[in-house]
């Protein structure tokens, strides 16, 4: 789901890892298994080595071999460390992971470590 709402960090949440996938439309990755906790990701490696958690549906399998998938739309697989009480946006949410932007940062947080508002409230805290 596409969106552009207020939201506020209610929980903190650290990256999972130092580095992350970054794919352009097309490119292909290395899918490397499932998200036993998230059953709509997978655990892949991009082009440069890179590994992290990326959307299933955002790829299809290679028809090369059983274990490349390719990206149908560019993606980042950044996450945010992230403290309660800061204010941000909600610009996507899927598989119950939220792509949140704070100030200049974008990335991905648990759906559960935001709680989305009324645009009015982020002034009035």
């Known amino acids: 789901m596409r969106t552009a709402k207020f939201c506020r960090i209610v929980l903190p949440h650290s990256a999972s890892f130092d580095t992350y996938p970054i794919v352009s439309h097309g490119e ?17 490696r991009d082009a440069s080595g890179r590994k992290g958690y990326l959307p299933k549906d955002f790829f299809r399998p290679s028809p090369e071999a059983d274990n ?3 990206a149908q739309r560019s993606y980042n697989a950044r996450e945010l460390n992230v403290s309660p009480k800061a204010e941000a946006t909600l610009l996507e949410a899927y598989g119950g992971w939220a792509n949140i932007q704070i100030a200049d940062d974008i ?12 645009e009015n409230q982020s002034s009035s805290s």
């Open 107 to 118: 990335g991905w947080v648990p759906i559960n470590c935001i709680s989305i508002e009324d």
């Open 68 to 70: 490349l998938m390719i």
């Open 28 to 44: 292909v990755v290395e899918y490397l298994g499932d998200d036993s906790e998230y059953p709509e990701w997978f655990l892949g």
